[in-house]
């Protein structure tokens, strides 16, 4: 089991001060969705930790940094479970010795400040992919969630899909408008990914991505890492979701704090009573493989930084949900493994080659 985006260090972050000591994932995290025991109880074998900060912050790169800082941390307290890695090579090795492998994605091109010396200190720390754009349009990308102001990519934003290629990062098209997938498609010549990212066709929000781009996906021999984010996965939800980022903004200027518009925005989703279920994520995952094919979906959870989920999917113990559902569907042993992280290691060595 490959998961492609989990956000426990954000969650540390905003709701432990950062410390480990506070919120120890060698222990039982009552709250939180993650904590290494459960990794293990959910067979997970490699973990893309998100090391995001906000698309408000000041100094994005400096405080991404920190949280890859934090995740080396995390690693270096419990050497017998966890283990950094950085190759697809790595994820096999670590996990045929009984360990966890640990890599870092960057949530967001904020991070680097439209600078590649800085997208090259981010690899250099072990970041092998990052995400486009978040919540926010940069000045050179187009997000999903705000003001389209460039139709996808501008010259610099092409040049820093091609950095990455050069570089062995994987490019991640999750959060990003229709534009930025297309132009990143075309301007990548290797795979990419979608992270953390479910179906327009089954849940119609501009997060999720339709299916002509899952279609172009398939051709550049990417992966679609299915989310579980109940306004993701359910329409209706998606529906009520639309303004939730534009939301955020306006409760950040009023507010002036992070963890303050995150507790803001958890509180509205509290009367939700039909979060989905496990059903609900194999239906994204079965469509994604009859638009793609099985050789190119997966699984990108985002827990630990989303506020509701559904049920069967509580925690990180519960992947083998999916798979019995799967299963009971009559998928094959061979196409489910594919799903469950064979499909992300097929990338992340295409892309490896290619900067080697």
């Not at 680097?112 to 990052?130: A, C, F, K, Q, T």
């Not at 781009?213 to 990417?222: F, K, P, Q, S, T």
């Not at 995150?262 to 509205?268: G, K, L, S, T």
């Not at 009573?273 to 979906?297: K, L, N």
Request: aromatic share 6%.
């Amino acid at each position: 089991m490959v998961d492609g985006h989990n956000d426990l260090p954000w969650a540390i972050r905003t709701r432990a001060g950062g410390s480990l000591e506070v919120a120890n994932p060698a222990t039982r995290l009552a709250g939180y969705h993650t904590d290494i025991d459960r990794l293990f109880a959910g067979g997970v074998g490699a973990q893309f930790w998100s090391v995001y900060v906000s698309a408000w912050s000041k100094r994005p790169f400096a405080e991404t940094l920190q949280q890859a800082a934090l995740v080396d941390q995390m690693v270096r307290a419990n050497p017998d479970q966890l283990e950094s890695a950085t190759t697809a090579a790595d994820i096999r090795r670590i996990r045929d010795q009984g360990r966890i492998a640990c890599l870092l994605g960057a949530e967001g091109g904020h991070s680097i400040e439209g600078s590649l010396p800085n997208l090259r200190d981010l690899y250099e720390v072990g970041v092998r992919y990052m995400t486009l754009t978040h919540s926010k349009t940069l000045s050179w990308a187009d997000s999903a969630t705000d003001e389209a102001r460039h139709g996808g990519l501008t010259d610099f934003g092409r040049s820093v899909v091609r950095e990455m290629n050069h570089m062995g990062m994987m490019v991640d098209i999750s959060h990003v408008s229709v534009g930025t997938m297309s132009d990143a498609l075309d301007s990548s010549v290797v795979p990419v990914i979608a992270s953390h990212s479910s179906c327009f066709a089954l849940a119609p929000h501009p997060r999720n991505i339709p299916d002509e781009i899952l279609e172009r996906v398939a051709d550049n021999g990417g992966v679609v890492m299915i989310n579980f984010y109940p306004p993701f996965v359910l329409p209706e939800l998606a529906a009520r979701s639309m303004s939730l980022f534009e939301d955020a903004d306006r409760l950040m200027e009023q507010l002036g704090d992070e963890a303050a518009v995150e507790e803001a925005i958890a509180a509205r989703w509290d009367e939700v009573e039909d979060t989905g279920e496990v059903a609900t994520i194999v239906d994204h995952i079965e469509h994604a493989a009859r638009v793609m094919g099985t050789d190119h979906v997966g699984l990108g959870s985002d827990f630990d930084g989303i506020h509701i989920v559904p049920a069967g999917l509580e925690d990180v113990s519960c992947y083998p949900n999916i798979t019995a559902e799967m299963l009971r569907r009559g998928w094959q042993e061979e196409d489910i493994r594919k799903v469950l992280g064979d499909n992300v290691l097929r990338v992340m060595e295409a892309v490896e080659a290619f900067s080697s």
